[in-house]
């Protein structure tokens, strides 16, 4: 993996986006950018990337701005979706390809939906894991409840129980938490671990009494080939919304990855197999 860096624009200024680029090991014409969660960072994506990589695809995993390595920016109200349309935008332009393949994971997905959508969108075929046009209410309050944290870890091990508990849902082996932990931390000014994210990303959260999320709308717009990624214990895609989203707008198909919550981590053969073979065969 090479570690990259772009340079994005918002109100406040320029802003540095990091991304990790995987190169297939010969000449390849597909390219895929992957996207994370809310409080999640491009490194999510290595195994998935790697096996991509290895089929052929050139693969761009990006840091969102307040993510990872990304800078924070100066306002956090700055940290709003048209922001993070305009930075991966210049993403797919630095990559230097007319079209784009898409994976992404709750935030990242929505990312996606939003630039599918769009006239002349650069996405050619789409992949949203465990994320729909539908959003309840109990979901986004359990989201509110740990977003925008900063808690501080003595060592690792205390980042990584910290992050089982909030991240149960996930359904990862102990090696793959363990990596998970490593790539969510870093060191703050006083040699304790935090959470690599900025607490202002939770400026969106900021005012409840919170509502269902309805973007039906958008959904309708979009029609590219969709492929919906389903954790069969997720409280933010519920089955009936992964129902309907095989009957209305790209009419997607949809797999259902068992004992797992939101979000599936894309980090077992099976579920990197349910991705590959539907790129390849689509």
Not at 109 to 131: K, S
Not at 170 to 199: C, I, K, M, N
Request: proline share 7%.
């Amino acid at each position: 993996m090479e570690s990259c860096r772009l340079l994005g624009h918002s109100a406040g200024g320029f802003h540095r986006v990091a991304y990790g680029l995987w190169r297939p090991p010969g000449r390849t014409a597909d390219a895929v950018v992957c996207v994370h969660g809310l409080t999640r960072n491009g490194r999510d994506f290595d195994d998935l990337a790697a096996a991509l990589a290895e089929a052929g695809w050139l693969v761009a995993c990006p840091d969102v701005v307040g993510r990872g390595d990304s800078d924070w920016l100066a306002d956090p109200a700055g940290y709003i979706y048209p922001q993070y349309i305009a930075d991966l935008t210049a993403l797919v332009a630095r990559l230097g390809v007319d079209e784009i393949d898409w994976i992404g994971t709750s935030m990242g997905g929505l990312i996606g939906m939003m630039m599918a959508a769009q006239p002349q969108t650069p996405i050619r075929r789409l992949v949203l894991n465990d994320i729909g046009p539908f959003i309840p209410k109990a979901a986004i309050e359990r989201i509110a409840s740990y977003v925008g944290s900063d808690p501080r870890f003595a060592d690792l091990a205390e980042a990584e129980a910290y992050l089982r508990q909030i991240h149960a849902p996930f359904r990862v082996t102990d090696e793959q938490w363990r990596r998970l932990a490593a790539h969510s931390v870093r060191p703050d000014d006083g040699g304790r671990l935090r959470l690599r994210y900025d607490p202002g990303i939770a400026a969106a959260f900021a005012e409840p009494p919170f509502e269902d999320i309805d973007l039906w709308p958008l959904w309708d717009g979009i029609a590219v080939p969709t492929l919906v990624l389903r954790g069969a214990e997720s409280d933010l895609l519920r089955p009936e919304t992964a129902a309907e989203m095989k009957t209305r707008g790209p009419k997607a198909e949809v797999i259902e990855i068992p004992r797992c919550g939101h979000a599936p981590m894309l980090m077992d053969e099976a579920q990197i197999s349910a991705v590959r073979d539907w790129l390849s065969s689509v």
